[in-house]
C-alpha cells in the first residue's frame, strides 16, 4: 500500500506560481513513477507531468516550459512548481504513484487561477 498526501494548492492570480507537494509513504519502493493529474469541472482528469524513478521527467504540451516536476527521493516528496499560471489551469491537482500492482492517487489539491 502506497499512501500520498498532496498540499499546496489554492487561489492566485494569472501570472502568479504555486508548488505542490505529495508526501508518499508506506511501501515506497514499488514505486516506478510518480507524476501529478488534474481534472477541471465537466472534463476528464489529464496527465499533468510525470517523473520516473531514474529522474526521467515528461510534460503535457500544456505546461511545458511552465511546470517542473521534481521529487526528493530521501523523502519519498514530489513537487510541481507551476509558474506563469494561466485560468485554464484551474483544476484539482491529484498526485499519482504508479506501481506495478496498481496506480494510487492523493486526495486532491484545489488550484483556482483568477483572471
Known amino acids: 500500500q502506497v499512501q500520498l498526501v498532496e498540499s499546496g494548492g489554492g487561489l492566485v492570480q494569472t501570472g502568479g506560481s504555486l508548488r505542490l507537494s505529495c508526501a508518499a509513504s508506506?511501501?515506497?519502493?514499488?514505486?516506478?513513477?510518480m507524476g501529478w493529474y488534474r481534472q477541471a469541472p465537466g472534463n476528464q482528469r489529464e496527465v499533468v507531468a510525470q517523473?520516473?524513478?531514474?529522474?526521467?521527467?515528461n510534460y503535457a504540451d500544456s505546461v511545458k516550459g511552465r511546470f517542473t516536476i521534481s521529487r526528493n527521493n530521501a523523502k519519498n516528496i514530489v513537487y510541481l512548481q507551476m509558474n506563469s499560471l494561466k485560468p485554464e489551469d484551474t483544476a484539482v491537482y491529484y498526485c499519482?504513484?504508479?506501481?506495478?500492482?496498481?496506480?494510487?492517487w492523493g486526495q486532491g489539491t484545489q488550484v483556482t487561477v483568477s483572471a
Open positions: 508506506g511501501s515506497t519502493n514499488n514505486i516506478a513513477a
Open positions: 499519482n504513484a504508479f506501481t506495478i500492482i496498481r496506480p494510487y
Open positions: 517523473i520516473r524513478r531514474d529522474g526521467d521527467t
